[in-house]
């Protein structure tokens, strides 16, 4: 048994901190663990600083995330590469840090970190198996979400045996694929189409069409009801344009803060791009948060970035 794992046995209440602006992964993840700690008889608490998105509604406990952060024995977090991701002012003392971001900062008492894996989810099932866990199906429907909505449905250059292996194991232990497959594809808001339109009606292309950039503001958001993830679907499409090797998405923030999300195809690493912006991710998908609240001179600084590792190809 590994000394993160002799911790949460000893520990009679534990709360699991889930990154801003929540995704399937760091959700699933810890609702995975949830799950597993349940049955272990423990008190636990799931702590999220923002707002839930509308299509994880489905995943069994999620009406036990929180707003309030609740002090414990022992805290988890999922899916945060740093910890400012968590958004907590409060001290978090021991904690187990569970990711697979290759920028992870190591901020824990344990840093549970698999670069390797496709979703957070996976190394959560690993660290719990490895440890002797009993997986209920509630669980094993949780990761999966987290798995398949990281992975792209398997399309991801992470994907590998071990990842099918992984997703035949949480099958036979009760997830369920198209279940999974409707909730987290088959729900969309016409506001979200409708954003969507808007955003594509942005799309620029510089470098030798090489890069792609669409943009989304406040203004977008309220006149069509939509929010802010809603516009993910437009940054892939954006990405799959044959000549496009890096897609970004400039979103303007409640505050004029400019967050930049940036997806790549095949060659460029846009998560050291983003570490030396100050914000972090993975290869193929990473994001930062500018202070500057002018599209131009963030997409500016971001394409001089950028140019360097395009000339190349
Ligand atoms: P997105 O662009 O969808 O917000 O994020 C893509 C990936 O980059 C995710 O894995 C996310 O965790 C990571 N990421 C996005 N923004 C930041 C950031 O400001 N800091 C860090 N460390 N990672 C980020
Ligand atoms: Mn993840």
Redesign the pocket.
Same mark, same amino acid.
């Given at each position: 048994m590994t000394e993160a794992w002799q911790l949460i046995e000893r520990a009679k209440s534990v709360t699991l901190l889930t !990154?801003v602006?929540p995704d399937a992964d760091t959700l699933g993840s810890a609702l995975g663990m949830y799950h597993i700690l349940k049955n272990m008889g423990k008190k636990v608490h799931i702590f999220n600083a923002t707002r839930l998105p509308y299509n994880l509604d489905f995943l069994p406990g999620i009406t036990k995330v929180r707003n309030a952060f609740q002090e414990a024995e022992c805290y988890i977090s999922f899916d945060a590469? /740093?910890f400012d991701?968590l958004g907590i002012k409060n001290e978090c003392s021991p904690l187990i840090n569970i990711d697979h971001?290759a920028?992870n900062t190591r901020y824990g008492t344990y840093n549970i970190v698999d670069p390797t894996a496709a979703a957070t989810a996976q190394v959560v099932y690993d660290f719990c198996k490895a440890n002797g866990a009993k997986i209920p199906k509630e669980s094993a429907l949780c990761l999966y979400a987290a798995l398949v909505d990281d992975c792209g449905f398997f399309k991801y250059e992470s994907v590998d045996a071990s990842v099918f292996e992984f997703a035949k194991e949480l099958c036979e232990a009760g997830a369920q694929p198209e279940y999974v497959a409707q909730m987290l594809t088959m729900r969309e808001p016409l506001a979200k189409l409708r954003l969507i339109q808007k955003v594509l009606a942005t799309l620029e292309l510089k470098i030798n069409a090489k890069v792609a950039i669409v943009y989304l503001t406040q203004q977008m958001l309220a006149e069509t009801g939509g929010t802010k993830e809603m516009a993910?679907d437009a940054l892939n499409m954006a990405r799959s344009l044959a000549t496009v090797e890096v897609a970004v998405l400039l979103r303007q923030e409640e505050d004029g803060r400019i967050k930049v /999300?940036l997806r790549s195809k095949s060659r460029v690493d846009v998560g050291a791009i =983003?570490l030396s912006f100050g %914000? %972090? %991710? !993975?290869k193929r998908? =990473? %994001?930062?948060?500018s202070d500057l609240h002018d599209f131009d001179r963030v997409l500016q600084q971001l394409l001089n970035a950028l140019q360097g590792e395009l000339v190349e190809l």
């Open positions: !990154h602006n590469g /740093s991701r971001h920028t993910d /999300s =983003a %914000g %972090g %991710g !993975h998908a =990473a %994001g930062y948060t």
